[in-house]
T-cell receptor, first 115, second 113 residues
Framework: GAGVSQSPSNKVTEKGKDVELRCDPI?????LYWYRQRLGQGLEFLIY????????KSGLPSDRFSAERTGGSVSTLTIQRTQQEDSAVYLC?????????????FGSGTRLTVV | DQQVKQNSPSLSVQEGRISILNCDYT??????FLWYKKYPAEGPTFLIS?????DKNEDGRFTVFLNKSAKHLSLHIVPSQPGDSAVYFC????????????FGSGTRLLVRP
């Protein structure tokens, strides 16, 4: 597609439930990133995928968070046993190469609310 | 530990005047800096960037200045237009992890007609 597509755009879930967030990057972009933005804060790095290389998972806040990227394209971010502090906007981005000089293109995000 | 700081959460400017958004950083390994603009319910969009080998980069109405000794950068918008009203994020990357952006908390700019 023309841009980075994320779904759902909004998700309300009960504390303790699992959620899956999906990202469809720009076709041909080899690098994919997940960030999250909590209310009033900046974007926080979560995970980075580049081609067939091992992902950089150093930003995942706990082992309840995991992400995968299938076939070098679509990515899914999974949060297990959600907590209220997981409430945030989760943003996905993709880029042509693996450095910021190529520029990221962000999706519109998934707003997750844990009640 | 915030490595990129935007100390002004908001800024209000009259249309036609200059907007100056500021950003400070602490990590001396940062070598590339970017500004992103974000409208409500949209993802951030890239605005302008600067490498640490430069002290100024200009693109139309937007200019970014980098003062490495002070670990400070600023974004100048002149003349400001109502359509510039958005949240502006400063971001930086380090040479040892050039794919990862560290973001500030953003400054909400309001340009009054």
């Amino acid at each position: 597609g023309a841009g980075v597509s994320q779904s759902p755009s909004n998700k309300v879930t009960e504390k303790g439930k699992d959620v899956e967030l999906r990202c469809d990057p720009i076709s041909g972009h080899t690098a994919l990133y997940w960030y999250r933005q909590r209310l009033g804060q900046g974007l926080e790095f979560l995970i980075y995928f580049q081609g067939n290389s091992a992902p950089d998972k150093s930003g995942l806040p706990s082992d309840r968070f995991s992400a995968e990227r299938t076939g070098g394209s679509v990515s899914t971010l999974t949060i297990q046993r959600t907590q209220q502090e997981d409430s945030a906007v989760y943003l996905c981005a993709s880029s042509l190469g693996g450095t910021v000089n190529y520029g990221y293109t962000f999706g519109s995000g998934t707003r997750l609310t844990v009640v | 530990d915030q490595q990129v700081k935007q100390n002004s959460p908001s800024l209000s400017v009259q249309e036609g005047r200059i907007s100056i958004l500021n950003c400070d950083y602490t990590n001396s390994m940062f070598d590339y800096f970017l500004w992103y603009k974000k409208y409500p319910a949209e993802g951030p969009t890239f605005l302008i960037s600067i490498s640490s080998i430069k002290d100024k980069n200009e693109d139309g109405r937007f200019t970014v200045f980098l003062n490495k000794s002070a670990k400070h950068l600023s974004l100048h918008i002149v003349p400001s237009q109502p359509g510039d009203s958005a949240v502006y994020f400063c971001a930086a990357s380090a040479r040892d992890s050039s794919y990862k952006l560290i973001f500030g908390s953003g400054t909400r700019l309001l340009v009054r007609p």
